[in-house]
């Protein structure tokens, strides 16, 4: 089935420490995106890429970054300098050539500083 | 100002009641409407979305939109314990390639 995995589905971080969270799709989509999603709020949108080795800065960028290497991967890293990075973390891709702009979203998952 | 508003909530309603969700938008760019439902600790998925203003239908749920007065609404008839959830609400700028998300209203249907 296609679909957007994303992996861990809980990660915990120490003080300092960077993390990389994981999201790979099988859809064929050309546009992924990163959401973070904090509680009783809505999605806060930190990264997107619209097509392989680029990217754009969302709302929220300010401690974190990515990559796009391949069409099927996005990977998050929240770096030691986002101060508050415990939140639930989705990925989400969509297909902008086509007539469908619906989001697909993963599973999320939930970052904790220890 | 953000430039999709949703009504808070929360909202409780008993089962078989005719629920209304709604949202603002300010940004003329915006070119799509979408709902997603979101249940508790998982990732949201698309309910439906809408280009035109007017009105769409699928099942028992209706999305509205009025782009003259910018205003976007999801209608669920008969609700049912099983649409307990967050809804929410996001406009499309096709030319920025985003979407921009309201910021969930949390639905609970009580049998």
């Known amino acids: 089935d296609g679909g957007i995995t994303q992996s861990p589905k809980y990660l915990f971080r120490k003080e300092g420490q960077n993390v990389t969270l994981s999201c790979e799709q099988n859809?064929?989509?050309?546009?992924m995106y990163w959401y973070r999603q904090d509680p009783g709020q809505g999605l806060r949108l930190i990264y997107y890429s619209q097509i392989v080795n680029d990217f754009q800065k969302g709302d929220i960028a300010e401690g974190y970054s990515v990559s796009r290497e391949k069409k099927e991967s996005f990977p998050l890293t929240v770096t030691s300098a986002q101060k508050n990075p415990t939140a639930f973390y989705l990925c989400a891709s969509s297909n902008i050539r086509g007539v469908d702009y619906g989001y697909t979203f993963g599973s999320g998952t939930r970052l904790t500083v220890v | 100002q953000k430039e999709v508003e949703q009504d808070p909530g929360p909202l409780s309603v008993p089962e078989g009641a005719i629920v209304s969700l709604n949202c603002t938008y300010s940004?003329?760019?915006?070119?799509?409407f979408m709902w997603y439902r979101q249940y508790s600790r998982k990732g949201p998925e698309l309910l439906m979305y809408t280009y035109s203003s007017g009105n769409k239908e699928d099942g028992r749920f209706t999305a509205q939109v009025d782009k003259s007065s910018k205003y976007i609404s999801l209608f669920i008839r008969d609700s049912q314990p099983s649409d307990s959830a967050t809804y929410l609400c996001a406009s499309l700028d096709t030319n920025a390639g985003k979407s921009t998300f309201g910021d969930g209203t949390t639905l609970t249907v009580k049998p």
């Open positions: 940004n003329s760019a915006f070119q799509y």
């Open positions: 859809l064929n989509h050309d546009a």
